[in-house]
Each structure stands twice: as C-alpha cells, then as structure tokens.
C-alpha cells in the first residue's frame, strides 16, 4: 500500500468515527429519549387508571400498552429527572396522573 492510499484511508476511517460519534452525542441529548419501534422493546410496562408511576432506567427500551393502544419509547437520555409520563405519550393515551422516575444506569457514566 503506497503513503497516498494509507493516508487516504485513514481519513476516511476517521471522518466515518466522527460522524459516528457525532450522531450518538446527539441522540443522547434529547431530554427524555426518543420513540421506538416495537422490535426494540425490552420489556413491556401496562399501565392503567390507577397506575400513578413508571421506574425507568437510562438506555431502556420500553412498550407501554394502555386501554388497547401502545407505543415504543427508548430511554436514551443522559437525563435522570422526574417527569410526567403525558410528556411522551402520544396525544390519544390519558395518562396526565403518571409519574416517570428514571434511574441511572452505570454505563451512562
């Protein structure tokens, strides 16, 4: 391999982990995380009328079904405050009552 095409290489690798890195940073930042697919999900959380919180841990991904309709949420959030859970879900679930506690995971430090 002659100088020309190492060099090239190697700058092409390096663009491809900035980038790379560049897109985790920023899907990390969102305040909450960001919605799923179902295929995703690690576990599945059925919520009701006296369902009054959700423990969460960082980097979850979670399936919530309530009255018959469900959706996906990924908790990929450097973020570990208290928040309701009607700030994520989708505008058809009356779920104005529930609390979101998320706990820290380890490999988030």
């Known amino acids: 391999m002659t100088m020309k095409k190492f060099f090239a290489t190697a700058l092409i690798t ?26 995703m999900a690690q576990r599945t959380i059925k919520l009701d009328s006296r369902t009054k919180s959700v423990h969460i841990e960082q980097g979850e991904t979670v399936k919530f079904v309530f009255e018959g309709k469900s959706f996906v949420w990924q908790f ?25 506690y998320l706990t820290r995971n380890p490999m988030y430090l």
């Open 76 to 100: 990929n959030t450097l973020n570990t405050n208290t928040f309701k859970f009607a700030e994520i879900a989708p505008a058809y679930m009356n779920v104005k009552n529930i609390q979101v």
């Open 14 to 39: 390096s663009a491809t982990l900035f980038v790379s890195s560049a897109a985790i940073a920023v899907h990390t930042t969102e305040p909450y995380g960001n919605q799923s697919i179902e295929s």
